[in-house]
């Protein structure tokens, strides 16, 4: 490893655990909202990474949503973050059973303001009864409608039907972004070296309404972004 390499990881882990210590205990999402923001900021401050929001003026200043991006990377939820940051939506994000479980993000996952995610489950109706209620004390939701990180050679892998679902449910109009550059490669350039600032860009799409049945969700969100 690098002498860099070692100084992020260092930093990451310091970071990532101050948050998570700090927000035990907070329910107020806004306040959840503004520390996942202060977070992404410094760390990627701390990576010397800039992200570039394409246009930034279909992104709603207020409403509930059911926030859909692409994923490839771990630092996908702070590029999302950062993106909508001037925004007042505010949310919890679907995370991963392997997530709570983690050393490195556990606490932090359960304290940032999250909504489990057990593919091991029996039975889903505690997944989908979080949501509604989250939901119900008037937050957006968001969501990698791929379920994982896309790790082939595609610009996304297949969407799970589960993003849909919930957006029917819950009648909420689906905000769709796309992360354009190839986030994981600029990361781990970033982490050997972060004297050399890097560009991600972002682009917000159109509201997607639930009720449109026309196309499905991922038709629908490769057409607004010209995905083939």
Same mark, same amino acid.
């Given at each position: !490893?690098?002498?860099?390499?070692?100084?992020?990881?260092?930093?990451? $882990?310091?970071?990532?655990?101050?948050?998570? #210590? &700090?927000?035990?205990?907070?329910?107020?999402? $806004?306040?959840? &909202?503004?520390?996942?923001?202060?977070?992404?900021?410094?760390?990627?401050?701390?990576? +010397?990474? &800039?992200? *570039?929001? %394409?246009? *930034?003026?279909?992104?709603?200043?207020?409403?509930?949503?059911? =926030?859909?991006?692409?994923?490839?990377?771990?630092?996908?939820?702070?590029?999302?973050?950062?993106?909508?940051?001037?925004?007042?939506?505010?949310?919890?994000?679907?995370?991963? @059973?392997?997530?709570?479980?983690?050393?490195? #993000?556990? @606490?932090?996952?359960?304290?940032?303001?999250? %909504?489990? $995610?057990?593919?091991?489950?029996?039975? !889903?109706?505690?997944? /989908?009864?979080?949501?509604?209620?989250?939901?119900?004390?008037? +937050?957006?939701?968001?969501? #990698?409608?791929?379920?994982?990180?896309?790790?082939?050679?595609?610009?996304?892998?297949? /969407?799970?039907?589960?993003?849909? %679902?919930?957006?029917?449910?819950?009648?909420?109009?689906? =905000?769709?972004?796309?992360?354009?550059? &190839?986030?994981?490669?600029?990361? @781990?350039?970033?982490?050997?070296?972060?004297?050399?600032?890097?560009?991600?860009?972002?682009?917000?799409? +159109?509201?997607?309404?639930?009720?449109?049945?026309?196309?499905?969700?991922?038709?629908?969100?490769?057409?607004?972004?010209?995905?083939?």
């Amino acid at each position: !490893m690098t002498f860099n390499q070692i100084k992020i990881a260092i930093y990451s $882990l310091y970071l990532t655990n101050y948050y998570g #210590f &700090k927000l035990s205990g907070v329910t107020d999402s $806004l306040k959840r &909202k503004k520390a996942r923001i202060s977070y992404a900021n410094q760390l990627l401050n701390k990576l +010397n990474i &800039k992200i *570039k929001v %394409i246009n *930034k003026e279909k992104l709603p200043q207020d409403g509930q949503y059911l =926030l859909a991006s692409n994923h490839r990377t771990i630092i996908d939820p702070l590029i999302v973050e950062v993106a909508t940051q001037y925004s007042n939506i505010h949310g919890d994000w679907i995370a991963k @059973k392997e997530l709570y479980n983690s050393f490195f #993000f556990g @606490k932090f996952t359960r304290n940032l303001g999250t %909504i489990l $995610l057990d593919r091991e489950a029996s039975q !889903m109706s505690g997944f /989908f009864k979080d949501i509604k209620e989250s939901v119900k004390n008037g +937050n957006s939701i968001y969501i #990698f409608p791929e379920g994982t990180r896309n790790k082939s050679d595609s610009p996304i892998s297949e /969407f799970k039907e589960g993003a849909q %679902i919930i957006a029917i449910k819950n009648r909420l109009p689906i =905000l769709p972004v796309y992360i354009r550059s &190839k986030a994981n490669d600029i990361l @781990k350039e970033a982490i050997k070296d972060s004297r050399q600032q890097r560009i991600i860009e972002i682009e917000i799409g +159109n509201i997607i309404d639930y009720k449109d049945r026309s196309l499905s969700f991922e038709e629908a969100y490769k057409k607004q972004f010209n995905i083939a």
